[in-house]
């Protein structure tokens, strides 16, 4: 069975990090719906949603893929590169011990799960502002036992690596080489962004659908063209706090549990 953890939209949104983006208001009750719409799309798909208790006090709450790192063998907790983020994991690996082993990456190493893209047993990961050598260093060794490789990917003018690049179908990325270089994948497909929309690089895929914000129509027009099914949701507010349709959600296969 597939559980989506998701988390609810703190009233304290407007406060949250932004790195590359100007703040602009913020208007939490359309955020709140939005994502009301992005979970009963996940569940449409087919997700159990989970939610994380709500953390009222944490603007960035809602983006909980930042929190950890979920394999099929065992889920690493972040060490968030934001400090003003630290305090979002406990209560994702509250949910997450239920399903996996966990571990936990430590200072000095920092890692957002949105700098992770996981392609089958490769995992490129971001050398972002909020992730550093260390951070990549401590999740190959966690993940070793189980022959996973991760591979440093360099990320410019975006927040994230899944700001610049994510799965969409079996083999084919979306991306906006402006971020991050189209060599950096060898042997996947690309498709890019279209140029008005250097921000539509973050899809999410589940159960053969892709995810997709609904404010970036010409880079939907593309995925489609390439045959992908294109399911639309609203998240103008959630853009407004640099997150996108990844973060605000953990993918996992619940039948792994752990012994
Ligand atoms: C932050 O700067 O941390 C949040 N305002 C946005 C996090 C978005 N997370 C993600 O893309 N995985």
Redesign the pocket.
């Known amino acids: 069975m597939l559980i989506a953890i998701t988390r609810a939209v703190s009233p304290a949104l407007a406060e949250?990090?932004?790195?590359h983006r100007e703040r602009e208001p913020i208007d939490v009750a359309i955020a709140a719906a939005e994502h009301a719409v992005y979970e009963a799309v996940l569940r449409s798909l087919g997700a159990a949603i989970v939610r994380a208790r709500e953390e009222p006090g944490l603007?960035?709450a809602v983006?909980v893929?930042?929190a950890a790192v979920v394999v099929d063998e065992i889920a690493v907790m972040t060490n968030?590169g934001?400090a003003t983020?630290r305090q979002e994991v406990e209560s994702v690996a509250e949910i997450l011990r239920t399903y996996r082993p966990i571990a936990t990456i430590e200072s000095p190493g920092t890692l957002?799960?949105?700098?992770v893209l996981r392609v089958g047993r490769r995992l490129y990961v971001g050398m972002s502002s909020?992730t550093n050598a260390e951070g990549a260093a401590q999740l190959q060794a966690l993940l070793d036992p189980w022959s996973y490789e991760v591979i440093p990917v360099a990320v410019t003018g975006c927040?994230?690596l899944?700001?610049a690049v994510t799965l969409v179908a079996e083999g084919l990325l979306l991306l906006n080489p402006a971020f991050v270089r189209r060599e950096c994948f060898d042997g996947m497909d690309t498709i890019a962004v279209a140029r008005s929309e250097p921000d539509a690089a973050?899809a999410l895929l589940i159960g053969g659908a892709v995810v997709f914000p609904a404010h970036f129509p010409e880079t939907a027009h593309y995925l489609e063209h390439a045959g992908i099914h294109v399911v639309p949701v609203p998240c103008t507010q959630i853009a407004k706090?640099?997150?996108?349709v990844?973060?605000c959600s953990l993918l996992l296969d619940a039948a792994r549990v752990s012994p």
């Open positions: 949250c990090e932004l790195t603007p960035d983006f893929e930042d968030p934001a983020r957002d799960g949105g700098d909020r927040l994230h899944k700001s973050n706090a640099e997150g996108g990844t973060c």
